[in-house]
């Protein structure tokens, strides 16, 4: 090892011959951690190797919540979450993800702190946030509103007695936290479809309150271009839901992708609902390169009448 002649006492190690322990100790594996030489059992995990159990868990994720080094647990978007955290901690109704010290607010949804600090509480700041959305989204797609459809803030309980008549395929996009509980209401149905639903006053969009101030703009930018599909694509009045659906969801990534709300962007990306999720990523792919001008062609050219009711995958 040292190049020194050796002489009648040797070591050997791993089939070498050394002159002294010294020269041992530099065939030894050594922790990736703290760089001790190891002389017994070790860990080894992902090609490096640690000199104990201390060692080993530094490597390890730690709850986001807790805090502690996690062997076996959950992720969710690019957070980590011990068993416990996941099983006793209660899902934001807003972000979609568990949150510790969450405040319950009176219609009983659980709110975490982060979105809590952050939350669209009234009327004023909502307003501002939905002016926000509406003009980045006209600058997105070159297009104005003819009229601005009315924002109504409301809580839990009032939009489940608007929205009544929810899709089935709503409710697992619910539980993730999605958009079909901070979805708001179009002038022409619900959900964004084009059914006429007398019971809802014309020219208003629903929004749920105590939304975290990305997720509400992205929600307003969702249901904002429901409204100018209506104004200025009328060809696709009877075009399935997954087409409308997965247009919204594409306005509403582009303002994701703008302003870095990667939570949210994620949550467009691997929605598994047939009409949000698949609907995106198939207009997504038409998007290519070009971006909006490809996509503004498609809904001016497409034929409506032999579009799939389902959407392609």
């Not at 050394?18 to 703290?34: G, H, M, N, Q």
């Not at 017994?40 to 868990?57: A, L, M, Q, T, W």
């Not at 089935?168 to 059914?195: A, C, E, I, N």
């Not at 870095?260 to 038409?286: K, S």
Request: net charge positive.
């Amino acid at each position: 090892m040292c190049g020194i002649r050796l002489q009648r006492g040797t070591w050997t190690y791993d089939g070498q011959t050394c002159c002294s322990k010294a020269c041992v100790d530099e065939l030894r594996p050594k922790c990736s951690i703290c760089g001790k030489i190891i002389r017994g059992e070790y860990r080894k995990s992902d090609g490096k190797i640690f000199c104990g159990d201390v060692c080993f868990r530094t490597t390890l994720p730690k709850c986001k919540i807790c805090n502690v080094p996690i062997k076996k647990g959950f992720t969710v978007t690019q957070y980590t979450y011990c068993e416990r955290c996941m099983e006793k901690t209660p899902t934001c109704f807003s972000c979609g993800l568990p949150g510790a010290y969450p405040t319950t607010l009176n219609d009983g949804r659980e709110i975490c702190v982060a979105c809590m600090r952050w939350a669209v509480k009234d009327q004023k700041v909502a307003q501002q946030n939905y002016d926000r959305a509406r003009r980045q989204l006209e600058a997105w797609t070159s297009l104005k509103h003819a009229s601005i459809p009315e924002l109504v803030l409301v809580d839990k309980n009032e939009m489940q007695r608007l929205s009544k008549h929810l899709r089935k395929s709503d409710s697992p996009v619910s539980v993730r936290g999605l958009y079909s509980r901070q979805t708001m209401m179009t002038k022409k149905g619900l959900f964004g479809g084009w059914k006429e639903a007398p019971e809802l006053d014309r020219e208003k969009i629903y929004i749920v309150d105590h939304l975290h101030d990305s997720v509400f703009r992205v929600t307003a930018t969702h249901e904002l271009m429901h409204d100018l599909i209506h104004e200025h694509f009328p060809r696709l009045k009877e075009a399935p839901l997954w087409v409308h659906e997965g247009l919204c969801q594409q306005a509403a990534a582009e303002l994701c992708q703008r302003r870095n709300y990667a939570d949210v962007l994620h949550g467009i990306v691997e929605c598994p609902d047939p009409d949000y999720g698949d609907g995106y990523r198939y207009i997504n792919g038409l998007m290519g390169f070009e971006g909006w001008g490809a996509l503004k062609r498609w809904m001016e050219t497409v034929d409506v009448d032999v579009l799939p009711k389902i959407a392609p995958k």
